[in-house]
């Protein structure tokens, strides 16, 4: 553990997560196409640790994982809330294999987040945005949380990225006004009233989730660009079952996360401002991979293979920044492979609180990472993932074990399983089962014990599988339409740019 702070001299923690943000998103990964100086900047202020990890490649569980520092299995929450599971999934007409296991809709009463650890400790605690882990009982303010400032049951901004909103916990503001810039402006207002005393403040964006919404100028803006760097041939390839994003170039996506990165912006030059910056521990993640296929097809997360919904690295792999100027090195990386379930556990030893111990917590302290030295528990360690749905991105039902450089996926349709060597083949295309048999079986026994230990839920055949309609249904799929209108030059969505429900074109 690092060296116990006194009450008075505990760091103030700013977590701030993104949804449905990937790893390729942002300009100090790679991205040619969207821009993001205050991230890169706060990625440049402290250690970036470039395999850090999501707890499941879609958001309530990632999210739940989070709060909790438990891996989903554990605290039940498998796929979004809201998603049909067992019969129901039926309804949607999928055609599927399985019907998906049943799942926690909400946080569980009893569930002790790191929110309210710290708030037993004397810790001021702010919420502003995204919620999604449970319905009106089970919301932030229920969890440790003094201030809530628009989280609640909806995992998507109702009404949209510009006022007027609809949200019970965050009143609209002007007719226009940017939901990601007010969401910066309340948790700035919120450090700057609280800056005599130890805060949490955490920041959870709606952005850059569907609906996809920006102003006009931004649209014209990366238009430009895109056409400057010149219009692909094919924007999708097929992979399985959906047709998957090869190229960044949607103008309104860009748009977009160039509003939620000047909101990153305004909060920092607030903690700046304030004097906060050498007390303050900034994190900033994502809680699953981009968008590359499924609802708005926006992003590409190339070279990693997939996105969001999907078992492949496209789908787990975030952004995983922690910054703390004058503690932790600026300009540090670390290659150890790092979950969601860590926050936890590392934001309560750089406090100096001590974990609850009725809180059964599955994550690691990062702190000996953050200085610098290696830590043989954290290095040698296997990380786990359990997603018993089926995705609207195309994931499929399945269990991955990573014992880097190897990862192993369990697939439940068929009961295969597939090995990647993630140094060699970071696109995971080249498939080592059937080479490395003794590895893998080895693996799926770690996996399948881990599995039994969690408690994990598990899918069921569906005996009115139809395997010619599912046929049928794929044949359908892969026509999809190519996003390609967003860049002509007369585009607008509607007559005053917000208020619309822009899934894809």
């Not at 909400?106 to 995204?130: M, P, Q, V």
Request: hydrophobic letters at 35%; one cysteine or more.
């Amino acid at each position: 553990m690092m060296e116990q702070p006194a009450m008075a001299e505990r760091p103030n923690i700013v977590f701030i997560l993104a949804d449905d943000f990937g790893w390729r998103d942002l300009a100090i990964e790679g991205s040619t196409y969207y821009e993001t100086p205050n991230l890169d900047r706060l990625a440049r202020m402290g250690m970036r640790f470039t395999r850090g990890y999501a707890t499941c490649q879609v958001c309530s569980p990632s999210r739940a994982s989070i709060l909790t520092g438990k891996v989903p299995p554990r605290h039940g929450i498998t796929d979004y809330i809201g998603a049909p599971s067992g019969t129901d999934w039926r309804r949607l007409g999928r055609c599927s294999k399985l019907l998906p296991a049943d799942y926690e809709h909400g946080l569980r009463a009893n569930e002790i987040t790191f929110a309210e650890a710290l708030r037993r400790s004397g810790y001021r605690t702010f919420y502003a945005g995204k919620w999604h882990c449970g319905e009106e009982g089970a919301w932030p303010e229920d969890f440790g949380f003094e201030i809530n400032k628009g989280g609640w049951s909806a995992g998507s901004p109702q009404g949209g990225y510009f006022s007027p909103w609809e949200n019970p916990r965050l009143p609209p503001g002007a007719p226009g006004e940017s939901l990601p810039l007010r969401l910066g402006r309340e948790t700035s207002d919120f450090i700057t009233a609280n800056k005599e005393e130890p805060f949490l403040a955490f920041l959870a964006f709606y952005s850059v989730h569907s609906p996809l919404e920006t102003t006009r100028e931004r649209w014209a803006k990366f238009r430009s660009k895109a056409v400057e760097q010149g219009v692909p041939d094919h924007r999708f390839k097929m992979d399985r079952n959906l047709p998957v994003r090869q190229v960044q170039d949607c103008p309104v996506y860009a748009g977009m996360i160039e509003a939620m990165d000047e909101a990153v912006g305004m909060v920092l030059d607030t903690l700046e401002a304030q004097g906060l910056l050498d007390n303050t521990i900034i994190c900033f993640t994502s809680d699953n991979g981009g968008v590359s296929s499924g609802d708005a097809y926006s992003s590409s997360m190339l070279p990693l293979r997939g996105g969001k919904g999907r078992q492949w690295e496209g789908g787990i792999r975030e952004p995983f920044y922690i910054a703390w100027p004058g503690r932790i090195a600026a300009g540090t990386t670390c290659e150890v492979p790092v979950s969601g379930i860590d926050f936890y556990p590392t934001f309560l030893d750089l406090a100096g609180v001590p974990l609850p111990p009725e809180q059964t917590v599955d994550g690691l302290s990062l702190a000996t990472l953050l200085r610098g030295q290696e830590d043989p528990e954290l290095a040698g360690r296997d990380l786990f993932w359990h997603y018993p749905h089926y995705g609207n991105q195309g994931g499929e039902p399945s269990s991955i074990i990573l014992r880097f450089p190897w990862k192993l996926i369990h697939y439940y349709e068929d009961g295969r399983d597939e090995l990647y060597h993630l140094a060699d083949d970071p696109g995971e295309q080249h498939d080592q089962a059937a080479v490395q048999t003794e590895l893998a079986v080895a693996l799926r026994a770690r996996l399948d014990q881990w599995l039994r230990d969690t408690g994990a839920r598990l899918p069921v055949p569906d005996p009115e599988y139809d395997p010619e309609k599912a046929a049928a249904r794929l044949r359908h799929i892969e026509q999809v339409q190519k996003h390609a209108r967003f860049l002509d030059p007369d585009w607008k969505p509607n007559a005053d740019w917000w208020g619309s429900l822009i899934v894809r074109d």
